[in-house]
């Protein structure tokens, strides 16, 4: 283009240049276009995916008796096969106090179901050559450096001994929770639930006026549970993560998840917080009383309003997102298609394939990727999970999902409730959608 | 419009169709004689089995035998040799009725993985959810032999469905286990461990059963068991109905297993197999154990106990269409019993047996890797058990291979029909 310039350039040149220069910002800007082109998940016969309509039918069954159980009060379920959504019902009520039927298209707070997006937002970065996976995060965010392990915690005073981190975080320890970063109220260890809470972390959600930025780096300068690497501790670590997609993207979050996937992908529910039209759809937070269902009203960490209330300023990479179950089964094929959905490529197909390699070891039967749980060959034997390399995870208000790149199948279960421990759909429905497979 | 009773049937059985087993877009045919040629099989080779079985007979290592040999959905090797008993001279038939004993199990745990399917029950839930007598198990801690009282511990965790499927449990075997303690406490509180002419029923016996100590804490280790036993009383409590009615129309009748039973009905009385055993060079009626079972008991007695571990019996046929059944992933003539996914964990190991050649899925044993070394038989993944009356079966889903040979014997060591015939069959294969 330079030499270009050094003539008098043609028209045709200059149309030509003009087009150059549109794919290349298009292209380095964004998702580029593939030579792929699946479509985006639309309906199709239960039969011409090699499933049973009567095996799927007992998805029927247990969503009815789990709201006759009073074990949910509803929920939203959709099952794809091969790119064609062939299950997608809703049971049950959205809001017991007025008896709103819940619909298939309802808007759910998805929580830690963000995190694969986040993951996701990364990893696009990670493929434009901006970083390594195992760069120290404080090369873009310097307030972690010099990272401490806690130590020593005194109770009454509220506070404590650390000794230093081995290492420094890394990108890769923050996708896989090994970075010794804790999660706030939800944290397994008292010590920095405390911690947390004295330092004013917001742990996903928020009415108040807070940024990313100040969020994360007030937490930079916390403690950790251990050094860096050394195991597998669900964290913030995807809320960092959201604070160094604007830092290296030079947008907000929530810009860049909508021009870069929600927009792409067609996912038109999914946002931080809902546009006014859109609250209607939202499906209001239960948790149990005296065996009934009742409005959730936040237990001081989550206050269920967040969605359309407040200052709508904070975005969380870790819990922050609201979304539908087709929504987020489009981000799920894109996936099983390797990357590419509707003519749009997100990621390479290699670039998944090292984000389901790389794991940490979790529980027996699962080790956790770079976006999500992994199934291994245990994980397998143990039944009515799918096969091995089948990738899942859920949300705090009960929502789970499930992906199994072998069989091209994609789950997603939609309730929202908290403080229920009886609700057995939430391994039943993925027994269901696997058994009926019929081919 | 007129129906024909056929048609009633088929439409009978569409609408019971929904809730048990379902229909399926595979339509895979019953099992149907087929030429050797046509599945790459030897048929000179395979010869090589009348052979074994003739000089079995001659040698007086088995009175008689039927053997079955079925690839691709094809029968091609179905004979049958010497007598089903000696005394009346009555010659074997290849349609006999064999009492199949162990081989059972499968049959019950493949009922308990189609309730599994419908998502009534994760594999790692307790039983005591179901039979809450199982709560609180205890572990045998010692035993006195005079007075034959016991004590406990406690057990660090509750026996799981997959504890019980598995044979990890901790439970004994009476009659036949090998522990002389366990042997004594079972037949104390007089549990029923194999058959039984008594009117006793699979809940009385399993109820009994759930109190007595185990022999390790569930989970720790592989020891046969009545494990089966209480998973076929699990199907009674979970499905609503009998454990022989739940068998009879969720498996045999759509598998077209038409003559396999608890108890074998008057009008096929006559083709049930003696079981005999030698005494001083010939073959004689064998007719039980003192104080445990009477070897008549498929036809005589109060048939009310449907032990889930070794109560049926059944022909080669039959139990060759039931391993066809997984050989296609789970469905055959268009009725889904399982699917394939289930299958794939059915078939994944889940536990070490006593031995370094197989491992123990869900359902069966499993020829591993270091056994397709050892000589098989079969493949990796090739599934198989057998019977106490000595009947052994496998089938291999990679050559698409089933074998079935039945006897009816009891104290027979020197039978080598038992392993020659895996040997014989994967050795006829010519492809």
Not at chain 1, 160 to 173: F, L, M, N, V
Not at chain 2, 126 to 139: G, L, R
Not at chain 2, 167 to 180: A, K, P, T
Not at chain 2, 373 to 397: C, E, I, L, V
Request: a negative charge; proline letters at 4%; aromatic letters at 12%.
């Amino acid at each position: 283009m330079i030499k270009i310039t050094t003539k008098k350039p043609t028209r045709l040149m200059k149309l030509f240049s003009y087009l150059i220069y549109l794919t290349l910002c298009i292209s380095l800007s964004a998702q580029t276009p593939s030579a792929q082109n699946s479509t985006p998940l639309n309906k199709g016969s239960v039969k011409s995916v090699g499933m049973s309509v009567e095996r799927l039918a007992r998805i029927d069954t247990m969503a009815e008796s789990a709201i006759a159980d009073s074990d949910v009060p509803g929920l939203v379920a959709l099952v794809a096969r091969n790119g064609k959504i062939v299950y997608h019902k809703a049971f049950g009520v959205a809001d017991s106090g007025t008896g709103r039927e819940l619909k298939e298209d309802d808007i759910f707070r998805i929580f830690s179901q963000t995190k694969a997006i986040t993951a996701t937002a990364v990893m696009m970065l990670w493929e434009e050559g901006l970083f390594k996976l195992d760069d120290p995060i404080s090369k873009w965010i310097p307030e972690f450096k010099n990272p401490q392990v806690l130590d020593t915690y005194n109770y009454t005073a509220g506070t404590y001994t650390t000794i230093p981190g081995k290492q420094e975080i890394t990108i890769r320890h923050l996708l896989t929770h090994s970075s010794g970063v804790g999660y706030g109220a939800i944290d397994p260890d008292e010590r920095i639930r405390l911690i947390y809470k004295e330092a004013g972390i917001i742990e996903a959600v928020t009415q108040k006026h807070v940024l990313i930025a100040d969020n994360i780096k007030k937490l930079a300068k916390l403690p950790l549970h251990f050094h860096p690497g050394e195991k597998y501790t669900y964290s913030m670590g995807l809320d960092v993560l959201g604070y160094f997609v604007e830092i290296l993207s030079g947008m907000p979050l929530d810009e860049f998840f909508y021009s870069r996937i929600f927009k792409p992908l067609g996912m038109k529910d999914t946002y931080f917080y809902l546009p006014e039209n859109k609250v209607d759809r939202l499906v209001l937070t239960h948790g149990p009383k005296d065996g009934k269902w009742v409005p959730y009203l936040g237990d001081g960490t989550i206050d269920p309003d967040y969605a359309f209330k407040g200052a709508k300023s904070l975005f969380s990479g870790g819990g922050g997102l609201l979304s539908t179950a087709i929504d987020y089964a489009n981000f799920l094929q894109m996936y099983l298609n390797g990357g590419v959905l509707n003519g749009k490529r997100l990621l390479s197909r290699t670039t998944i394939e090292t984000m389901m390699a790389s794991r940490v070891e979790m529980y027996s039967g699962s080790g956790y990727g770079l976006a999500f749980s992994v199934l291994d060959e245990k994980g397998v034997s143990v039944g009515g999970q799918g096969s091995e390399g089948t990738f899942s995870w859920g949300g705090a208000a009960n929502t789970q999902y499930f992906a199994d790149p072998n069989e091209q199948v994609i789950g997603v279960i939609l309730k929202q409730t908290f403080g229920q421990r009886t609700d057995d759909t939430r391994w039943q429905f993925r027994q269901l959608v696997f058994q009926a497979i019929d081919d | 419009m007129k129906y024909s009773i056929l048609q009633l049937v088929f439409i009978l059985s569409l609408i019971l169709g929904i809730q048990a087993q379902t229909p399926s877009a595979q339509k895979s045919p019953a099992l149907l004689a087929g030429s050797p040629k046509s599945v790459g099989l030897s048929k000179e080779r395979l010869a090589r089995i009348d052979a074994m079985a003739e000089s079995a007979i001659e040698d007086n290592d088995v009175p008689g035998v039927v053997a079955l040999v079925a690839r691709n959905g094809k029968i091609v090797y179905h004979k049958a040799f010497g007598l089903a008993d000696n005394s009346s001279g009555r010659e074997m038939k290849k349609d006999d009725i064999f009492r199949i004993a162990s081989q059972s199990k499968a049959i019950t745990s493949t009922g308990v993985m189609m309730l599994w399917e419908e998502g009534l029950f994760k594999l790692d839930d307790p039983v005591s959810k179901w039979i809450p007598e199982f709560k609180n198990p205890q572990v045998l801690n010692t035993y006195n032999y005079t007075s034959g009282t016991y004590t406990t511990i406690q057990a660090d965790r509750e026996i799981t469905i997959r504890h019980l499927l598995t044979h990890s449990s901790g439970l004994g075997y009476g009659l036949i286990d090998g522990d002389e303690r366990m042997k004594l406490i079972y037949n104390k509180t007089g549990i029923t461990d194999l058959f039984t002419t008594d009117p006793v029923t699979i809940g009385d016996s399993v109820k009994k059963l759930a109190k007595l100590p185990l022999h390790f804490h569930p989970g720790d280790e592989y020891r046969y068991s009545e494990g089966l036993d209480v998973l076929g009383y699990f199907i009674e409590v979970v499905s609503g109905i009998p454990f022989d009615q739940f068998l009879n129309t969720r498996l045999f009748d759509p598998l077209g297993m038409d003559d396999t039973f608890f108890y074998v009905p008057d009008d096929k009385a006559d083709r049930l197999v003696t079981v005999q055993k030698q005494v001083d060079g010939n073959w004689v009626k064998y007719t039980g154990v003192e104080g445990y079972y009477d070897a008549d008991y498929p036809i005589k007695g109060a048939k009310t106990f449907f032990s889930g571990g070794a109560g049926l019996s059944s022909t080669v046929s039959d139990y060759a269409t039931f391993l066809q059944m997984y050989l296609n992933g789970g469905e055959l003539k268009g009725i889904r019993f399982l699917s394939r996914t289930t299958i794939k964990t059915i078939m994944s190991p889940q536990v070490a047996l006593n031995s370094e050649t197989e491992d123990y899925g869900l359902v069966f044993g499993l020829v591993n890797e270091k056994g397709v070394a050892f000589g098989g038989p079969g493949s990796t993944g090739t599934f198989k058990w057998g019977g106490y009356f000595n009947s052994q079966y496998f089938a291999d889903p990679n050559e698409q291979i089933i074998g079935v040979i039945m006897k009816q014997t009891r104290y027979q060591t020197t039978d080598d029909t038992s392993w020659q015939f895996g040997q014989l069959v994967f050795q006829a294969i010519d492809d």
